[in-house]
């Protein structure tokens, strides 16, 4: 007779269709990993974890040539009941592969939720999806008894376990020492530990722990952001945001950085308010998804340089004044404990690098997310704050640069301007014939001239126009014939309408009541702001020998709230196919969560950095001459996109023909005196 | 003409006896780098640091074949003579290698105090010198300044330099990022960094730093003490010792062990009481030396496993009980703010790794001193505390145990028992005939017998007997025969002096005064202590298969202070040739120091303790039978040793021959039972 021993069964694993022939009595599990099959596990086959299930294929696979059954699995035994009774019962033909045994031919499948590194797809319109690899895993960790008789420590002893069972050596910082016996006492000579890199243990817990979690923190000049992650399945549990309290020192960075310049404990005081506010957030995203603050392990940080700087802890007045040298571009990590934050005291804070000056890691994590690296196309990325970052390339080359748009996309130094939140004027129409506006409200779904408009308001009423609604006001105030090219509100018009005023030598007009309008130095404010970005951009252009983009992505707030129609109109971005333009959403934050699940993805965006082609635009001749050129309404030849294809709906729209080059217009070199750098 | 770019000199280094020839033209320290040959440099080459001082030869030398004279070298410049106005000037024939260039043939000496790896020579009766060669080394660097044109953070800058100029490529921990620009510009762009094993940046300061410090700090039970230390020159600074203040929660370790043991919070507070002590004393020390402590960079520690533990935080519950199971053994690292000493905020704490539960990182500190393994003669290394950590063996195997001493060597659970301080009894001689004694006092250098002993006497007058005079006591007892051979105190002799007085059923012998008696108990104490120590001994000697040992070590304070021939007549250590017994003095200490200036010297002794066969006395049946046999007065067979070598001047002598196994000592077993382990 045969010996069991001697007998083989045919087994194949779906997805990856690896294969191979095994003797009966394998546990199917070790099988999978001999092959390599992604199969995850944090217990180690012990019947705990359940992270191992596989779903037993039934009937003939004529593609793979065998016939696959549950009957050809050992049947499910104590620790698989156990494991139901404790969690939730198994699903029909659901088996723990740690625990199931070949016993005949076999077509086993992986399903997502049992591979460590299944994709993880956030929205269907993500760039990419996450590949799990996490920075930080979870093991469990048979120790060997504290016995009289033996020599070695507890620590020799768990990590020579978690060598044997694991093939790990990590270090294992003395900090963790004052719990460790305890925690091997509890949980009876098995604990569980958290493992960084493969390289350091942050955690131990007595026996069985499930899951380990991170936070991925976008810390802007105006709000914080934080998404709770599980790190073992990679899923957001919980985005919360909050404003970055720094804003009492002034609405942009350059305020700050000038707070600093002014007191001596300025910058502590500024980093002191962003940790306290990080830790708050935390905390609070914590609770709220139900998570005990000391299962978080792992913290990223994407952050404009001046952000990047003050979070951990170093001055920024370098950055507000030539030659804005940044302390560290490099990628830093550091206990988070170091910054203050309570969660596990073992756990680690990573900040994405720097790119240059003006360039942070928030555009880091921009490109992580976007991947201009990865495809032929050139892509440009534009991240739109007080200035604007600016991103353009593909596979062979990227430039990266910022651009001193000051505030006024932000909606800072405009007069009715203000910050994006409920109550702002962020949708504007002007009719070319009446010259009535039209507007809509953050906070409100309606249009001012649909019925319900003012119980629809928020509480505060309309209380200014945000950064999106005076670009549309702008782009409205051109298309109806009462803003000049070179950006002079046209007083002539003033007889057609009561909304344009004289205001001292020039005009104003009338978006909303008496309180919002547009004065000729809001239209300045603009005229700079788009100027800069375009000639930021153009710059990067030249240098990379385009003339035109394939695609453009807005990231930020701004992006998403802009409508691209205007943005191009306006002649923020260069010429494009309407349908390129997209807004990338929170993109920065995206790249952060990225580097918290995948650890290939730190070494990528470390070595990409150091590829980007950095171009100072304070020094660049050509961007003064680009600046000067970009003044005009609209800007560029429109050829890809014409006038009339953004707006359809209008009859009669103005000459695009493109204008001579304009004088350098009235307060630019005030402004450029005024702003310190080109900072934020 | 022969240009000068092709004519060579022959240069020969002292004492390396390095030579070679080079092109006339280059700088001396270049010429001896090139070669291998040892010359210090902070600065680089620059003229600053003066380490690489070197002494020109001069005439002729035959055994090299040259002739060399200070005119074959270029004539000191600027450098050389702002080096010598800026410190001392330049002794005569002293030159700055890096300045001095090759213009003939040389015979260059570099002197021990430019030498990296010089010899550090504590005193005569080292039994090593150190090589010197810290972990912890500084670096002169210069940095290019930031610059509009360039990218690269300040950081990349500096480790730019330090890769260019040094290299080397540590690593740069977040916590030093806010001050690093501030650094940068104060130092102009030139700054002295100090790396850690040549892998990670501890501190940076502006400009040229000359020299960094370091402290070996040795903490005991009752004392710690601490060694600050140049690690430039490897010179001790200073060394200062204090009280360790946990003697208020018990003299000895178990009873500290215990208190931790009944209070909840007692492991927490007798780590605050540990950490406050060394910073005071760090403190302390570092203001007597005139050393500002954010100077200091490095400590090493030695320390038995609970005052290891309670130092790391660590509770030594654990360590009170069988298995007597350490937390950690292994070499322990970390920052030493973590232990809440206020040094250098980069500063880094090294414990040196613990041998097994009761043989410590003190034990290991002794070894790296007396070196053990590194001679075929068999070594006993023995330090005494409330256990006796034992080690044994040679250059092929080596064994260690710890023993349970109990705390009468030290003074404690002895009737008129103290610490050794002043006013304690250390010396007692009995006349054998009018059975008067003789005393000496520590605190004073007559014996009560001189003229002016009462006026010489410390305040405190005499306040008790220590462990040394205990020993001698009993010793002298037995030599003028009131003592049996079993330990009884023999009451029959109280007729002949009226020192013997009844004790309930036993009898004490008054050996100073009324107060200071030595009772029956007394005595038991002693034997017990005794029979402990010398069955550790013969058990580890047993194991190693030797009859009898080459070099017997008596490490720390009570090794100084015994007197070596009453711990042979006891039979406390086994018998030997007298000359080959000594005092190891401040051996732990020692060997803290060397793993502050050797960087090898930690891997050694980490790589030797593992290597030491650990022997669990509690556990080895033969332990009890050698301990039984061993209670007698004295023990051993005085081959190699006769009664009367140690103690020529003494006209009879009892009777030295091997009693027959004694019947257990009453009040041993309670006694093991009384002390819960065998810790300390």
Chains 1, 2 share one sequence.
Request: proline residues 7%; glycine residues 10%; aromatic residues 4%.
């Amino acid at each position: 007779m045969e010996s069991q021993a001697e007998r083989q069964a045919r087994v194949v694993f779906t997805p990856s269709g690896r294969r191979g022939r095994f003797p009966l009595g394998k546990p199917l599990l070790q099988a999978a990993w001999e092959l390599g099959v992604d199969i995850a596990s944090i217990c180690g086959g012990r019947g705990l974890c359940g992270r191992c299930r596989v779903v037993c294929g039934e009937g003939a696979f004529p593609k793979h040539g065998i016939v696959s059954g549950p009957e050809h699995l050992s049947p499910a035994g104590a620790v698989e009941t156990r494991f139901g009774e404790r969690n939730r019962p198994l699903a029909p033909g659901h088996r723990l592969s740690c625990q199931a045994v070949i016993e005949g031919d076999l077509l086993i499948d992986v399903p997502p939720e049992s591979q460590v590194h299944r994709q993880v797809v956030r929205k269907a319109a993500d760039p990419r999806p996450i590949r799990l690899d996490p920075v930080i895993r979870l093991y469990l960790v048979d120790v060997a008894p504290a016995d009289l008789g033996e020599s070695g420590s507890d620590l020799t002893r768990l990590l020579d376990g978690l060598h044997a069972q694991w093939g790990l050596r990590p270090e294992f910082p003395a900090a963790l020492l004052p719990d460790l016996q305890g925690a091997l006492r509890a949980g009876e000579w098995s604990v569980t530990v958290a493992v960084h890199q493969d390289a350091e243990i942050l955690a131990v817990w007595p026996g069985f722990k499930e899951s380990g979690h991170g936070v991925a923190i976008d810390v802007g000049s105006t709000t914080i952001a934080a998404h709770l992650c599980d790190l073992g399945s990679g899923d957001v549990l919980r985005s919360n945001g909050m404003m970055n309290p720094q804003i009492r020192f002034g609405e942009d960075l350059m305020s700050r950085v000038s707070h600093v310049m002014m007191h001596p404990e300025g910058s502590d005081e500024l980093t002191r308010e962003v940790r306290r506010a990080v830790n708050e957030l935390v905390a609070g995203t914590a609770a709220d998804a139900g998570v005990d603050p000391r299962d978080i392990l792992g913290l990223t940080f994407v952050c404009n340089p001046i952000m990047h700087h003050l979070l951990l802890g170093i001055s920024p007045v370098e950055l507000g004044g030539a030659p804005f040298a940044l302390a560290v571009e490099e990628s830093v990590h550091l206990p988070a404990r170091d910054l203050g934050i309570a969660v596990n005291p073992g756990a680690i804070a990573y900040a994405l690098p720097c790119i240059a000056g003006h360039v942070g890691a928030d555009t880091a994590g921009v490109m992580l997310c976007e991947q201009p690296h990865r495809s032929g196309a050139v892509s440009l990325l534009v991240d739109i704050g007080t200035n604007a970052e600016i991103v353009l390339g593909n596979d062979r080359r990227l430039l990266a640069c910022s651009s001193p748009t000051g505030p006024a996309f932000e909606g800072a130094q405009v007069s009715a301007g203000q910050r994006a939140a409920p109550g702002a004027i962020e949708r504007v129409r002007i009719d070319p014939t009446t010259l009535e506006t039209r507007i809509r409200v953050i906070g409100s779904d309606l249009w001012s001239d649909e019925p319900g408009f003012g119980d629809a308001l928020p509480a505060q009423g309309v209380t200014g126009i945000c950064g999106s609604g005076i670009i549309e006001a702008v782009v409205e105030m051109w298309l109806a014939g009462i803003l000049t090219r070179d950006g002079v509100i046209d007083g002539e018009q003033a007889s057609r309408t009561p909304r344009l005023v004289p205001d001292g030598r020039t005009f104003s007009f009338a978006i909303h009541g008496e309180n919002v309008t547009v004065t000729q130095t809001d239209v300045r404010q603009i005229q700079l702001a788009k100027a800069a970005l375009h000639a930021g951009i153009r710059l990067l252009m030249d240098r990379l020998e385009v003339d035109s983009v394939d695609r453009i992505r807005l990231a930020g707030a701004f992006g998403s709230h802009i409508d691209v129609r205007y943005a191009m109109a306006l002649g923020m971005i260069p010429d494009c196919a309407p349908d390129a333009v997209s807004a990338a959403g929170n993109a920065a934050g995206h790249g952060a969560r990225i580097a918290l699940l995948n650890k290939a993805s730190r070494r990528e965006i470390e070595s990409l950095v150091k590829r980007v082609e950095k171009v100072e635009t304070a020094i660049e001749p050509k961007f003064q001459e680009y600046f000067v050129d970009a003044m005009a309404i609209p800007h560029g030849t429109h050829t890809l996109t014409r006038l009339g294809d953004l707006f359809p709906d209008r009859a009669r729209l103005p000459d695009t023909t493109v204008p001579k080059r304009s004088a350098p217009v009235q307060g630019r070199r005030s402004r450029r005196k005024a702003l310190p750098s080109n900072s934020g």
